[in-house]
């Protein structure tokens, strides 16, 4: 049974159509900067958003009706698929990304998990054949079950860090059998609600262990895919350890990961984060981190990750500014980590929602493309530090406290300040979007 059986495949049609299923800026086909939008943007759909989340919120239980529900079986798994790969096929995106309890349902016992996961992805890969629809990524809700309350692999029970592990090798195994590009690991219940009962130091040195047997495992079983994590603040735990970007590569960075690890970054965890999406891509591509994005946003009205589709063309066009000038997307893509409202019922509200944030997607980066290729900012930014191409200004980063001052003194140096010029840099932006 279908519940997209009466909508016709999303096309593109123009800014001038009317049509609220039909792309009005997302021409996959379009070129920009040599490369076609289909190519830049790399889009994924998630399949726990779109399938798995039932409606629910902290005050109410579930609002979706759908064919697949209750998700305690196979049978209904396998109608789970078949709606996924329909509505990939609809809105012709080339990806998709899966948490392992999305796909299956859940069994308690490791041994049955891994069966029924084994079982579900000999299931989909036909389809995967048969549609040409990728996997940007694969991974492990370490969070949801009561097991994980006090973390994953940051636990202090040994035989939760255990489960964990093994839990996490099967999703690799998984992700490998499907051709994954991406492997991607989130703490979201790595972290402490209090130092009374945390051992702080314990605890980071056994997620520190448990990442580097992934990539250990990762060699071994021949996955050529990049391994992720993803920064997340404060949502659910009180103090998370991936906070942020720069919380993240300083961790791998003290482990000797960041050679083997990159960064899944999210706009709604960049929020929560006290950080604009820009940043957290700013500071990745700087010390050469990023691997994919999570597209979504947050109400700027609520205190927590409500991962609503993308609406805001400057926000994204300034995110993809960043990606972009880095060089673009490698082994990672745009993977919508958004659902629908608890209101939104119907399967044509699913379909617009994607449509409508890729249209955005579109719109952002093509925006961003011209700002790269106008050229503006960079001069304006390359002006800015012009002072330091100076030979006087060089040496200065190899001298000393001593010297320096001595030649502030022989010198007279008095400096003006100059200005910063940001909103007509904040104009510049806004002539594009």
Not at 45 to 69: C, I, K, L, N, Q
Request: with cysteine; glycine share 8%; net charge negative.
């Amino acid at each position: 049974m279908s519940i997209f059986n009466a909508i016709s495949p999303a096309t593109y049609q123009g800014p001038d159509s009317t049509d609220p299923l039909a792309f009005h800026h997302y021409n996959p086909d379009e070129m920009v900067m040599g490369k076609s939008l289909k190519d830049h943007l790399r889009f994924a759909v998630a399949y726990w958003h779109s399938f798995a989340w039932e409606g629910g919120d902290p005050f109410g239980g579930r609002t979706f009706d759908r064919p697949w529900y209750p998700q305690d079986s196979m049978e209904n798994a396998k109608l789970k698929a078949d709606n996924a790969f329909e509505m990939f096929r609809i809105l012709g995106v080339p990806y998709f990304c899966w948490h392992d309890v999305d796909l299956r349902p859940e069994q308690g016992s490791f041994a049955d998990n891994a069966s029924t996961l084994d079982e579900i992805t000999d299931y989909i890969a036909p389809k995967m054949e048969e549609t040409g629809i990728g996997l940007l990524w694969g991974t492990a809700n370490m969070f949801t079950d009561r097991r994980y309350m006090s973390g994953a692999a940051t636990n202090p029970d040994p035989d939760v860090f255990a489960f964990a592990a093994a839990t996490v090798k099967s999703c690799m195994d998984a992700t490998l059998k499907l051709g994954g590009q991406n492997y991607v690991l989130w703490g979201g219940r790595e972290g402490y609600e209090t130092l009374l009962n945390t051992d702080l130091g314990q605890e980071q040195d056994h997620l520190a262990r448990f990442l580097s047997m992934v990539v250990d495992y990762k060699h071994k079983i021949g996955f050529k895919g990049q391994i992720l994590v993803e920064p997340k603040p404060q949502e659910p735990s009180k103090h998370q350890y991936d906070f942020d970007v720069a919380t993240c590569i300083g961790f791998l960075r003290k482990y000797g990961l960041e050679n083997e690890v990159k960064l899944n970054i999210e706009q709604g965890h960049a929020i929560l984060a006290g950080h604009s999406f820009e940043h957290e891509l700013a500071l990745a591509t700087s010390e050469g981190m990023l691997g994919s994005i999570d597209m979504n946003r947050n109400d700027y009205q609520s205190g927590w990750d409500t991962d609503q589709f993308p609406n805001n063309v400057p926000e994204v066009a300034l995110a993809y500014y960043y990606i972009l000038k880095a060089g673009g997307f490698t082994s990672g893509g745009t993977n919508f980590d958004a659902k629908l409202r608890r209101q939104s019922l119907d399967a044509e509200d699913l379909i617009a929602a994607h449509v409508g944030a890729m249209d955005v997607c579109a719109r952002g980066l093509k925006a961003a493309a011209a700002m790269l290729e106008g050229g503006e900012l960079d001069a304006a930014l390359s002006d800015r530090y012009a002072g330091w191409e100076s030979d006087t200004a060089q040496a200065m980063l190899t001298s000393d406290l001593d010297s320096i001052a001595q030649r502030v003194i022989d010198e007279d140096i008095r400096p003006e300040p100059k200005s910063g010029r940001q909103e007509r840099l904040e104009n510049i932006v806004n002539r594009y979007v």
